[in-house]
């Protein structure tokens, strides 16, 4: 199986965070191996990591919501049958801040927003409880892969 990411880099401070390149790679690795499933034997996604000020654009847009939000996800009209899932876009100063607030190192909000973005276009959603418990286990599982804390254990009382 093979993950085609076209990564847009448009606010440079990304690369002086993290190193988007290779956190993208790891995960679509992970994912390709967790979904094998729900994905083809290939598929294309492009990912946007830009300021708040073009994810404000984006949720106005799109969302009609006029704030910036940490991650969209755009799913293909054409998914399943089309090779290209979708498009994701994820938010600098959002990020940074949430992961502050919440005691998380930026690389792993990050990658939790990424595989969150990802989930969303292989149709994962948590819109119920029922919903919500299946994405975010599969949300746990991706990152554990990945050596990244549970995002979720904060909210459920434990230890991190």
């Known amino acids: 199986m093979s993950i085609d990411v076209e990564l847009v880099i448009e606010d440079e401070r990304w690369s002086d965070l993290i190193d988007p390149e290779s956190l993208v790679s790891a995960i679509c690795e992970k994912l390709s191996i967790r979904c094998r499933v729900e994905i083809a034997n290939s598929f294309e996604a492009s990912i946007l990591f830009c300021s708040d000020e073009r994810m404000r654009e984006l949720n106005r847009f799109w969302m009609k919501k006029d704030y910036p939000t940490n991650v969209l ?4 009209a054409q998914h399943p049958h089309s090779s290209y899932l979708g498009d994701i876009a994820i938010a600098f100063e959002t990020i940074v801040a949430e992961a502050k607030a919440e005691g998380k190192a930026p ?12 989930l969303h276009l ?28 549970d995002p979720w254990a904060r ?3 434990e230890e991190i």
């Open 73 to 76: 996800s755009f799913p293909s």
């Open 107 to 118: 690389l792993n909000h990050t990658a939790h927003m990424v595989v969150h973005g990802f």
């Open 122 to 149: 292989l149709g994962y959603d948590h819109q119920t409880d029922d919903e919500a418990t299946r994405m975010e286990g599969l949300e746990t599982l991706l990152l554990q892969d990945l050596g990244i804390p």
């Open 155 to 157: 909210e459920r009382g």
